[in-house]
């Protein structure tokens, strides 16, 4: 069994140095040599006698997508993790957009806070960002809050037209 898995790798060492060979001449040596590492990894393989596992674990791999191919039970579940997937980012765009969400709901997220900070305050914030905007300065002005880029997101909102 030793002398399979060194006999197919050096096969496929040989294969890979036929390769390395033309890669080396076309592309030049930087590319040549990084192939005739990966030529080498076979060899290595049938010489520690590693070979058969790999085989093995080749062999396995197409077993478990064969079946999976043939198995009707198999394309179901995959259909509903892509639903599962779907729904999911469908939610984020609807939350992101302030669609389908309560309002008491929508002030508790954190992403509508890294919106602001982007320039693109949600659409649910617009009329209610003027006041807490102009709150949050009032109270900075009369107990010296936290200056936490409140200047910036003013300069922004000028910026678009909404004061």
């Known amino acids: 069994m030793a002398t399979l898995g060194l006999a197919l790798g050096a096969a496929l060492a040989l294969v890979g140095f036929v390769i390395a060979f033309f890669l080396w001449r076309r592309k030049g040596a930087a590319h040549g040599l990084r192939a005739l590492a990966w030529a080498l990894v076979p060899l290595a393989a ?12 080749v062999s396995s791999l197409f077993t478990i997508v064969a079946t999976m191919v043939f198995n ?3 394309w179901a579940g995959t259909a509903l993790a892509g639903l599962a997937v779907l729904l999911y980012f469908v939610s984020g765009f609807m939350k992101a957009r ?8 929508a002030k508790g997220t954190s992403g509508e806070g890294a919106r602001e900070t982007e320039g693109s305050p949600a ?3 617009v009329g209610g960002g003027q006041s807490a ?11 010296g809050g936290d200056d936490t880029d409140f200047g910036d ?8 037209g909404i004061e």
């Open 46 to 57: 049938g010489l520690l006698g590693l070979m058969h596992s790999v085989v093995v674990f």
């Open 72 to 74: 009707p039970i198999v």
């Open 98 to 105: 302030g669609v389908g969400v309560k309002a008491g709901a």
């Open 123 to 125: 659409p649910s914030q």
């Open 133 to 143: 905007q102009q709150g949050s300065g009032g109270s900075e002005a009369a107990g």
């Open 153 to 160: 997101i003013e300069d922004l909102l000028k910026k678009r």
